[in-house]
């Protein structure tokens, strides 16, 4: 009952915010930013450890610049969010643009489905509209990890459906996909790539850090054999994104253990240093290093050898 109430309070409360104009959501978006960033100090200090690790070439000044910038970004993405409850098909096209999607078309035909790597970055949670690139009949898969509150869940479930998305839990991502792929449906599989990976990781080196990554999108890719796509992600103004797919890969099994997983790195790593303030650096991105890691895993081993 708690829970449910809960649901009807956020929902409620989201719908109203979600009808105000853009230009009204960007004052309160600034009066958030300053609770934010100078009362609340929210998650003030993982940002800038963040940032002094993964450019440690930079004055303090200058990421200070990067770090301010980022929580005005921050707080309208919060917002912008909140408007896709009310956000038209019409406005979203209007203000997600999507490039280079005559390849991610052909391939999506020609493999019966492709993989979207996304990033944390910009105005990423507006690819839900990416059904409207798409041929009639195709899905827009989403995967996704369930909120623990079963009704928070379904709540963000629908605000990701509303275009037509169609979502996947991550713990149900290949068996949901090859289901689609069985009733003859072609899809394109978006991925967020780029969070702290709760389970099989892959180390590589990205913003010159030891970092591991997720490495399902990967796996997915190797067992439907389908294309791998970067999602570069341009935010070129307040309220406005573009959307560019690259192609990484068309032949994913012929590519070796974590090459795919390194191409990602990489690119996410240029779009980073070409404009930083948009990534998500509010994550708790190197939780661990590879070492801490190796640590744990042989201190569960020997616990589970002594059961």
Request: with cysteine; hydrophobic share 35%; proline share 4%.
């Amino acid at each position: 009952m708690k829970s449910k109430l809960i649901y009807w309070l956020v929902y409620g409360g989201m719908w109203l915010f979600s009808a105000l104009p853009f230009r009204v959501l960007y004052v309160l978006s600034d009066f958030n930013y300053l609770l934010m960033y100078h009362v609340g100090r929210y998650r003030r200090k993982v940002v800038r450890e963040n940032l002094e690790k993964s450019f440690p070439e930079k004055t303090e000044a200058e990421r200070l610049q990067i770090e301010r910038k980022f929580y005005r970004y921050l707080s309208d993405y919060m917002l912008e969010d909140l408007k896709l409850l009310h956000m038209s098909a019409e406005d979203l096209c209007q203000r997600m643009i999507y490039k280079n999607t005559e390849q991610y078309l052909e391939l999506t035909e020609k493999y019966g489905g492709i993989i979207v790597m996304i990033p944390h970055y910009a105005n990423y949670e507006w690819l839900i509209g990416m059904g409207s690139v798409m041929k009639p009949g195709d899905v827009p898969v989403q995967v996704y990890k369930p909120l623990k509150d079963k009704y928070l869940n379904e709540l963000f479930k629908q605000i990701r459906s509303r275009f037509g998305g169609y979502n996947i839990p991550k713990h149900s991502t290949a068996r949901e996909i090859i289901k689609l792929k069985r009733e003859g449906k072609n899809m394109v599989v978006g991925l967020i790539t780029d969070q702290w990976p709760s389970g099989d990781r892959y180390w590589t080196t990205f913003m010159g850090q030891e970092t591991a990554f997720l490495n399902g999108a990967e796996r997915i890719a190797k067992i439907m054999n389908f294309p791998v796509f970067y999602c570069e992600l341009t935010k070129t103004r307040r309220g406005y994104c573009e959307a560019e797919f690259k192609l990484m890969t068309e032949a994913p099994k012929e590519t070796v253990e974590g090459e795919i997983t390194d191409m990602f790195a990489h690119e996410l790593e240029q779009t980073i240093r070409r404009e930083p303030a948009y990534w998500l650096w509010s994550h708790k991105r190197w939780k661990f290093t590879k070492k801490e890691c190796e640590q744990k895993e042989q201190e569960l081993i020997k616990r589970k050898d002594k059961r």
